[in-house]
T-cell receptor, first 112, second 115 residues
Framework: GDSVTQMEGPVTLSEEAFLTINCTYT??????LFWYVQYPGEGLQLLLK?????DKGSNKGFEATYRKETTSFHLEKGSVQVSDSAVYFC???????????FGGGTRLMVKP | GAGVSQTPSNKVTEKGKYVELRCDPI?????LYWYRQSLGQGPEFLIY????????DSGLPNDRFFAVRPEGSVSTLKIQRTERGDSAVYLC?????????????FGPGTRLTVL
């Protein structure tokens, strides 16, 4: 079945450090890929998405590129801020189905 | 409405009791989803509605779980004979068409605690 694997946290960084959160997937067909973020005390929010191979999703300084050859969708940001502290979830959605399949989440803590 | 709303925000019940969780999707969204998020894990799919009908209920863990959406808007997730293992945050999401690239908008969740 479909699955998403992402690096375990917590990831602790200093402000302005470079961030990478790895995400790999297994799916039939050609899924759409998503990163969702959950800030403390808030609900899940879509951060960015990519719907086909080599697409790059970007938002709020975060980027992720859909790599079909490595079945990956790693999240990156060049300079993190304290306000980026949250839990990040990688997810996929196949064209055959409608539900999202999520990874286990990665907690990011950014220290000033 | 501005977003997806869920009530109650918290529900504490005793083992064996019946509970109902409500979801109000974004107005006009035809697709509605229920997910369950256990502590420290990602959300897991339960059921998907397109309009009034359950198009995919493959994620419901057993027959104690049931969901309805009688008028194609509000949905209720019903859990019978609750067990301690049902304790989790139940998330509802809606999207405009339910197709591959559509964004799913999530509600704040209902935290269910079964004592």
């Amino acid at each position: 079945g479909d699955s998403v694997t992402q690096m375990e946290g917590p990831v602790t960084l200093s402000e302005e450090a470079f961030l990478t959160i790895n995400c790999t997937y297994t799916a039939t067909g050609y899924p759409s890929l998503f990163w969702y973020v959950q800030y403390p005390g808030e609900g899940l929010q879509l951060l960015l998405k990519a719907t086909k191979a080599d697409d790059k999703g970007s938002n709020k300084g975060f980027e992720a590129t859909y790599r079909k050859e490595t079945t990956s969708f790693h999240l990156e940001k060049g300079s993190v801020q304290v306000s980026d502290s949250a839990v990040y979830f990688c997810a996929l959605r196949t064209n055959a189905g409608n539900m999202l399949t999520f990874g286990g989440g990665t907690r990011l803590m950014v220290k000033p | 409405g501005a977003g997806v709303s869920q009530t109650p925000s918290n529900k504490v019940t005793e083992k064996g009791k019946y509970v109902e969780l409500r979801c109000d999707p974004i107005s006009g969204h035809t697709a509605l989803y229920w997910y369950r998020q256990s502590l420290g894990q990602g959300p897991e799919f339960l059921i998907y509605f397109q309009g009034t009908g359950a198009a995919d209920d493959s994620g419901l863990p057993n027959d104690r779980f049931f969901a309805v959406r009688p008028e194609g808007s509000v949905s209720t997730l019903k859990i019978q004979r609750t067990e301690r293992g049902d304790s989790a945050v139940y998330l509802c999401a809606s999207s405009s068409q339910g197709q591959g690239g559509d964004e799913q908008f999530f509600g704040p969740g209902t935290r269910l605690t079964v004592l």
